[in-house]
């Protein structure tokens, strides 16, 4: 939460802007500039754009229901099945071309057609309801990225039971927790998968987090990924996937009609006091906000192949690998492995074979495609994108140019997308038939969306000036409450600048914990998480802002800020650098980033230290774990490291801090 006496400060100077290319802009899905007008003067009708989108079993009465702020209500009256508008409506004139677009990490393809994907998402939903699976039972998904589990996301759908997907990077503790706090009963794994090349054995983790689940379990389901070589024990009654495939083969099993605010799913992230919050998404206003902004942001057309290279275990694999893109019916990419296996131009290496329309990934895959060299892309025929994305935090602008020159050619078409697990769907963005792209700032709010950059004190900063991010109006993709926990639902996401005593819906006002300056244009730069920020000699300053001002140095490709106790200051910034290939951490290039950082943000922002290091420690969805960053800045003992995938860095990183 904010600091109710100091204010958030922004001191990065201004970009430089781009427009779409004509070519764009003459086939964009939205290019009438008057949508941001059109969307104001007929809120909240003009969320039935996206109802438009789907399929109904029974239309909606009311668009919105806000008589219960801020427990809000889509779609009203009507009813659908998120599974029978990914596939079935799909079948008469999609039913032959690519839903999914499979790769594994060894190299081994799957395509499933529209009609593939709808018959083996059947046979297994008719598999669920014979274990026992109904409407309303959580089933837990615990896989990685194979193409089994979007098929078990959309049989779930198919017979009105949520889901919840557990990212399989997480421990075995991690996934008891999440079924324990579902009360789930049913869980779909796998024996394991591939990580550059060897096999990671996985079903061994999720036994142990079955042993950690404090209710029964009635089914246990396991898809073998890794073949015959690698057995895994069935043991107590689990039952393999393929067997249950074929023995409900050629089984049709009838769309549950979902009401409009039926739970879809539950994705569980983290929380303030250290327990996962489970954040409900619902059937209609989901379903219908990720299937809109594919539309408009993305860009997706049906005969477009489209590439997200998130992992389905985060929020943004659910919303632009699996719902929104086969609502749409397009097909999407899916991707076992890493970007740097066999070699690091693989990503580039799938854009050219499978000719690729959009790309959607991250900043810190970005700025390792920018460690690496820009003579990987160049290998390969890039000419098919039209259009490229960035999500999961801010890009730094020398990262986004570089994106736009050496991935996109100059010639497509950025879309800097800001939003988070509670809100479904992207929030703050260009739309990329209308928009100049401003590097650095994610852009607009989007047609509908009500955001405002305020101060402590709820009230709007002037342009150029930095403050928190608030959201308020309600959307459709937002998520209705957190499992079981409507009270938490307040105090996390609304108690800070809301009257949280009014029945006024003009009263309540959502708080994501970002900072975020805003500028003549409207255009909002996310300065990141509210804890992501420093305060040096009582000036509050975004971590983000210092990156951006170090990543942009010739010689360093990426970099990581955080505080650490001065005696004078505060607090202090301490500097994690990963140098481009080429360049060395020496005094040269330590002079030159304190050089860029006091020229772009001025001496207060100074680094008292910069440590060169060869690797970040991340997550294992590639998140920067700052927390240990600032362990080891503070001299403090340092905290959990089993998330990392790299956690051997950390103890170098120490080692150099002493030198």
């Known amino acids: 939460m904010p600091d109710d006496t100091v204010e958030l400060e922004a001191r990065l100077e201004e970009a430089e802007s781009f427009e779409p290319p004509e070519s764009f802009v003459a086939q964009a899905n939205v290019a009438d500039e008057e949508i941001y007008e059109v969307f104001e003067e007929n809120w909240p009708e003009c969320w039935e754009r996206a109802g438009d989108l789907l399929d109904w079993n029974e239309d909606y009465d009311t668009v919105l229901d806000d008589g219960n702020a801020p427990f809000y209500e889509w779609f009203t009256g009507g009813s659908l099945n998120a599974s029978a508008n990914c596939l079935d409506r799909h079948l008469a004139d999609r039913g032959d071309e690519a839903a999914i677009e499979w790769i594994g990490e060894l190299g081994d393809t799957r395509t499933y057609t529209y009609s593939d994907l709808?018959?083996?998402?059947?046979?297994?939903?008719?598999?669920?309801?014979?274990?026992?699976?109904?409407?309303?039972?959580?089933?837990?998904?615990?896989?990685?990225?194979?193409?089994?589990?979007?098929?078990?996301?959309?049989?779930?759908?198919?017979?009105g039971a949520p889901h919840s997907?557990?990212?399989?990077?997480?421990?075995?503790?991690?996934?008891?927790?999440?079924?324990?706090?579902?009360?789930?009963?049913?869980?779909?794994?796998?024996?394991?998968?591939?990580?550059?090349?060897?096999?990671?054995?996985?079903?061994?983790?999720a036994d142990e987090g079955l042993g950690g689940v404090n209710h029964d379990v009635e089914s246990v389901i396991v898809v073998n990924r890794l073949g015959d070589e690698?057995?895994?024990?069935?043991?107590?009654?689990?039952?393999?996937?393929?067997?249950?495939?074929?023995?409900?083969?050629?089984?049709?099993?009838?769309?549950?009609?979902?009401?409009?605010?039926?739970?879809?799913?539950?994705?569980?992230?983290?929380?303030?006091?250290?327990?996962?919050?489970?954040?409900?998404?619902?059937?209609?206003?989901?379903?219908?906000?990720?299937?809109?902004?594919?539309?408009?942001?993305?860009?997706?057309?049906?005969?477009?192949t489209y590439w997200c290279s998130a992992d389905i275990g985060w929020i943004t694999g659910h919303s632009y690998i699996v719902y929104g893109p086969l609502a749409l019916g397009t097909t999407s990419v899916m991707y076992e492995g890493t970007p740097d296996y066999p070699d690091k131009d693989r990503l580039w290496e799938i854009v050219e074979e499978y000719e690729v329309d959009q790309l959607y990934t991250a900043p810190t895959a970005i700025r390792a495609f920018m460690k690496w060299?820009?003579?990987?892309?160049?290998?390969?025929?890039?000419?098919?994108?039209?259009?490229?994305?960035?999500?999961?935090?801010?890009?730094?602008?020398?990262?986004?140019?570089?994106?736009?020159?050496?991935?996109?050619?100059?010639?497509?078409?950025?879309?800097?997308?800001?939003?988070?697990?509670?809100?479904?769907?992207?929030?703050v963005t260009t739309l990329p038939g209308i928009g100049t792209m401003k590097p650095g700032s994610a852009g607009p709010p989007l047609p509908g969306i009500d955001i405002r950059v305020v101060d402590?004190?709820?009230?709007?900063?002037?342009?150029?000036?930095?403050?928190?991010?608030?959201?308020?109006?309600?959307?459709?993709g937002m998520l209705r409450t957190l499992y079981d926990n409507d009270e938490r639902f307040i105090s996390e996401y609304w108690a800070e600048y809301s009257d949280t005593e009014s029945d006024d819906p003009a009263d309540w006002v959502y708080f994501p914990e970002d900072g975020a300056k805003i500028d003549e244009d409207g255009y909002i730069t996310v300065l990141g998480r509210v804890d992501d920020v420093l305060n040096v000699s009582g000036h509050r300053l975004g971590t983000m802002e210092i990156e951006s001002a170090i990543v942009g140095v010739e010689g360093v490709a990426e970099s990581a800020v955080v505080g650490g106790h001065h005696d004078v200051k505060g607090e202090a910034v301490y500097g994690y650098v990963i140098t481009e290939e080429g360049y060395d951490g020496g005094d040269d290039l330590h002079d030159r980033i304190v050089a860029g950082v006091e020229d772009a943000i001025g001496?207060?922002?100074?680094?008292?230290?910069?440590?060169?290091?060869?690797?970040?420690?991340?997550?294992?969805?590639?998140?920067?774990?700052?927390?240990?960053?600032?362990?080891?800045?503070?001299?403090?003992?340092?905290?959990?490291?089993?998330?990392?995938?790299?956690?051997?860095?950390?103890?170098?990183?120490?080692?150099?801090?002493?030198?």
């Not at 059947?122 to 274990?131: C, D, G, K, S, V």
């Open 118 to 159: 709808h018959r083996e998402v059947n046979e297994f939903a008719a598999a669920l309801r014979e274990q026992g699976v109904e409407e309303d039972d959580v089933v837990t998904l615990y896989m990685p990225m194979v193409p089994e589990l979007p098929i078990a996301m959309l049989a779930c759908a198919r017979i």
């Open 165 to 205: 997907v557990v990212f399989a990077g997480f421990s075995a503790d991690a996934l008891a927790t999440r079924m324990n706090s579902a009360d789930s009963e049913h869980l779909v794994t796998c024996d394991g998968y591939y990580r550059r090349g060897d096999p990671l054995q996985h079903k061994e983790k």
């Open 230 to 304: 690698y057995d895994h024990p069935m043991e107590n009654g689990e039952l393999d996937y393929d067997d249950l495939i074929s023995e409900h083969e050629g089984t049709k099993v009838e769309p549950v009609s979902r009401d409009a605010e039926d739970m879809l799913f539950l994705m569980y992230t983290s929380g303030t006091t250290g327990q996962p919050k489970g954040v409900k998404h619902t059937t209609a206003g989901y379903l219908s906000y990720v299937a809109w902004t594919s539309q408009a942001v993305l860009d997706i057309k049906p005969e477009d």
């Open 373 to 427: 060299g820009s003579q990987y892309p160049e290998r390969h025929d890039l000419s098919s994108l039209r259009l490229l994305g960035t999500v999961g935090e801010p890009i730094n602008p020398r990262a986004w140019k570089w994106y736009y020159k050496h991935i996109g050619n100059e010639n497509c078409p950025i879309v800097d997308t800001w939003w988070q697990t509670e809100t479904g769907g992207m929030m």
């Open 456 to 476: 402590t004190r709820g009230e709007e900063v002037d342009p150029g000036k930095a403050g928190y991010l608030t959201i308020n109006k309600p959307w459709p």
């Open 603 to 659: 001496p207060i922002a100074r680094p008292e230290e910069i440590v060169f290091t060869p690797e970040l420690p991340k997550t294992r969805s590639g998140k920067i774990m700052r927390r240990l960053l600032e362990d080891i800045a503070n001299e403090e003992e340092l905290g959990d490291t089993s998330t990392l995938r790299n956690p051997e860095v950390v103890e170098d990183i120490q080692e150099k801090v002493k030198e």
